[in-house]
Antibody, heavy 118, light 110 residues
Framework: QVQLQESGPGLLQPSQTLSLTCSVS??????????WTWIRQHPGKGLEWIGY???????FYNPSLKSRVTISIDPSKDQFSLEMSSLTAADTAVYYC??????????WGQGTLVTVSS | QSALTQPASVSGSPGQSITFSCTGT?????????VSWYQQHPGKAPKLLIY???KRPSGVSNRFSGSKSGNTASLTISGLQAEDEADYYC??????????FGGGTKLTVL
């Protein structure tokens, strides 16, 4: 059974850069042709797709966030990561990592709350 | 790329059938059979219920079914149960290797 776990700081200041890592266990990020993705959920709001990385390293981003986001993958550690720059309070959200065969995701992390505040 | 439109809330009684709608455009829902549905209980991660409009992953109850007509996708829950009370989100491929979600619908079981 594939399991995902997010890790990273919970509190950041405006203008800082967010770095989150998703560790995959019970499977490999480089096998099976999966898309590994980051999704966020603002408090009390809906889901927002941030972007994904294919096991080959190809990346695809939400056009509204593309200028601030980088997703990378480290097959040697079975991890993939999210970097988001120039943070504002509007980036306060629960960030989920997830994985799936195509444009849907059957594996999800538990989510990690990121708060942007001075 | 705009969010898909879902009603904010729906309610139903145990045993009833209930249908959620998810309206997009000809650039997403209407153009691809790549609509998914997720169930999210409070404080939990979303769970995949339906993919590719109407396919159910292994382990998901056959009380959940999906369909699509034009730019609107639908999720139906039959034999509503108390444990079905949750938020439901749709998503769709939107072209150019991008994905869009709906705003979610809160289901209350009366």
């Amino acid at each position: 059974q594939v399991q995902l776990q997010e890790s990273g700081p919970g509190l950041l200041q405006p203008s800082q850069t967010l770095s989150l890592t998703c560790s995959v266990s019970g499977g490999s990020v480089s096998g099976g042709g999966y898309y590994w993705t980051w999704i966020r959920q603002h408090p009390g709001k809906g889901l927002e797709w941030i972007g994904y990385i294919y096991y080959s390293g190809s990346t695809f981003y939400n056009p509204s966030l593309k200028s601030r986001v980088t997703i990378s993958i480290d097959p040697s550690k079975d991890q993939f990561s999210l970097e988001m720059s120039s943070l504002t309070a509007a980036d306060t959200a629960v960030y989920y990592c997830a994985g799936g065969p195509a444009y849907y995701f059957d594996y999800w992390g538990q989510g990690t709350l990121v708060t942007v505040s001075s | 790329q705009s969010a898909l439109t879902q009603p904010a809330s729906v309610s139903g009684s145990p045993g009833q059938s209930i249908t959620f709608s998810c309206t997009g455009t000809s650039s997403d829902v209407g153009n691809y059979n790549l609509v998914s549905w997720y169930q999210q209980h409070p404080g939990k991660a979303p769970k995949l219920l339906i993919y590719e409009v109407s396919k159910r992953p292994s382990g998901v109850s056959n009380r959940f079914s999906g369909s699509k007509s034009g730019n609107t996708a639908s999720l139906t829950i039959s034999g509503l149960q108390a444990e079905d009370e949750a938020d439901y989100y749709c998503s769709s491929y939107a072209g150019s290797i991008t994905l869009v979600f709906g705003g979610g619908t809160k289901l209350t079981v009366l």
